[in-house]
């Protein structure tokens, strides 16, 4: 088995040097440049290393360069921050798609415009800031519809962009947004990740095992056509779902084996995000079979991954919020000059005026991004801050002694999170012990569902307690009950 690995990597090397000797050998015009980058970027995905791929497509940028082609510039930087961002150096993908913004600014392509907005999505999305993931997906998404319908990387684009929507919508436990992506993409072009993640919706959502049975079949039957065969990540990440429908069926052996070998493939193909969550997940396996050791070796090995991508994630949101200092500071400095030019041109007092009233509306634009900018620092504070509760045993404890509707639920979780319930008695002084512990469950995230069963109340108790708890806190009709819950240790 090891030796038919070399063999296959002794294959990929001489692909790509042939390739390599074949396509520098020579100078191509735009129209083959646009080619290499769209079509031959793609089909080397899954045939080259990232480096091997990074190398590529720095090679064709140095081309474009020469050609005065700043569009192929702009789509090669993006082609690279892709390989960045799935290994995790979110900090050096910002700075190559920062290139690709720059070089894009005189272009009018909406290709290049959602290629490159997608790819920041992505690595939002990874550093855990759903908000800004979903804003730039959705600019990807508006520039991929304008795209032509008949042209297959057009359409093969916008089932990406699709995708990927379906998933920063189940992260943020938006489930029927979610499911709606998938079809969506599945109709343009069936895939088995994205069969795998509907499979998934019947396992966490709507429990339904003949449903999620069909399309992991689906999925598995994809991932062994010539298409997809060689295609590793794609492999990896239907086998990890499998995993998880596993587990919930108590066949943990089969799960095991399942994330196991996701593990091995996501290694592999050095996807950093993937290796973690099988880790995380072996160990909740062993933890279940009573296995110590076994579950103390995975989360071991989860925490050290998991501060090796923080590290960098760090970096990359530092970056990400220099990016906005800078522009604002750039804008800064043009007003400035702007000024200072009026004022020696000898401006006349109908002008003064005029310009008064400008620098009254960008003073009021520049607050307003401020505000926003420090809504994001916020959120990313507060995301960080529940990140680290989750790690805490305390969050470990509650969450079982909420499944056990124990007595004691409630004063831990007055422990753990002094905040949640003085502010929402700050809100209404009258609530009572039961309207504390019944949004303590919906702060810990239990969804309506899961507070009936562990409480033995019906599911329609639960929503009518829900009104009731929307009314006490003088909520309006649009506000998320679960959303404002969620995040009322802002205030702090």
Not at 66 to 78: L, M
Not at 100 to 106: L, N, T
Not at 192 to 199: F, G, K
Request: proline residues 2%.
């Amino acid at each position: 088995m090891k030796s038919l690995k070399n063999f296959n990597r002794i294959i990929y090397c001489l692909i790509f040097i042939c390739c390599c000797s074949k396509l520098f050998s020579q100078h191509h015009s735009i129209q083959q440049i646009d080619t290499l980058l769209i079509k031959t970027n793609e089909e080397l995905r899954t045939q080259i290393s990232n480096k091997d791929l990074i190398i590529w497509n720095q090679k064709i940028i140095k081309e474009a360069i020469q050609n005065n082609y700043p569009k192929g510039e702009a789509w090669g930087y993006a082609n690279i921050a892709n390989r960045l961002w799935l290994v995790g150096e979110f900090k050096k993908a910002i700075e190559y798609l920062n290139y690709a913004e720059e070089k894009s600014k005189k272009i009018n392509d909406d290709f290049l415009a959602g290629k490159i907005n997608q790819e920041y999505s992505q690595v939002y999305n990874r550093m855990n800031l759903p908000k800004m993931a979903l804003d730039y997906n959705l600019k990807a998404m508006r520039s991929a519809l304008r795209l032509k319908k008949d042209n297959q990387d057009c359409r093969f684009f916008l089932r990406y962009v699709y995708s990927t929507r379906a998933v920063y919508f189940n992260g943020i436990e938006r489930s029927d947004s979610s499911l709606i992506y998938l079809h969506k993409a599945m109709k343009i072009d069936p895939n088995p990740l994205d069969v795998a993640h509907i499979a998934s919706h019947y396992t966490k959502y709507k429990w339904n095992s003949d449903s999620a049975n069909y399309y992991f079949k689906k999925a598995f039957d994809l991932v062994e056509t010539k298409r997809f065969k060689h295609n590793k990540y794609q492999r990896a990440t239907v086998l990890n779902d499998y995993g998880i429908f596993m587990q919930v069926q108590k066949k943990n052996n089969e799960a095991i084996d399942a994330f196991t070998k996701s593990a091995a493939l996501a290694k592999e193909i050095n996807r950093p995000q993937l290796v973690l969550s099988n880790y995380k997940l072996l160990a909740s396996v062993y933890k279940e079979l009573k296995e110590p050791d076994k579950e103390v070796e995975y989360l071991n090995k989860a925490t050290s991954l998991k501060d090796s991508i923080d590290n960098d994630q760090s970096k990359a949101i530092t970056l990400a919020f220099n990016k906005i200092s800078k522009k604002e500071e750039e804008e800064k400095k043009q007003k400035t000059k702007f000024q200072t030019a009026l004022w020696y041109g000898g401006i006349s007092l109908l002008i003064v005026t005029v310009l008064s009233l400008y620098f009254y509306l960008q003073i009021k634009k520049k607050k307003k991004r401020l505000i926003e900018s420090k809504t994001i620092i916020l959120q990313q504070e507060e995301e960080a801050k529940i990140l680290k509760r989750k790690l805490n045993e305390n969050h470990d404890q509650l969450i079982q002694l909420a499944k056990k509707n124990s007595a004691g639920f409630l004063a831990l979780f007055q422990e753990t999170y002094p905040e949640v319930s003085q502010l929402l008695l700050k809100i209404n002084p009258y609530l009572s012990l039961s309207d504390l512990s019944f949004s303590a469950m919906i702060f810990l995230g239990f969804s309506s569902k899961e507070i009936a069963q562990y409480s033995s109340m019906e599911h329609r108790s639960v929503q009518t307690k829900k009104y009731r708890l929307r009314k006490k806190l003088n909520l309006e009709a649009e506000t998320d009950l679960y959303q404002f819950i969620r995040s009322i240790s802002e205030v702090q």
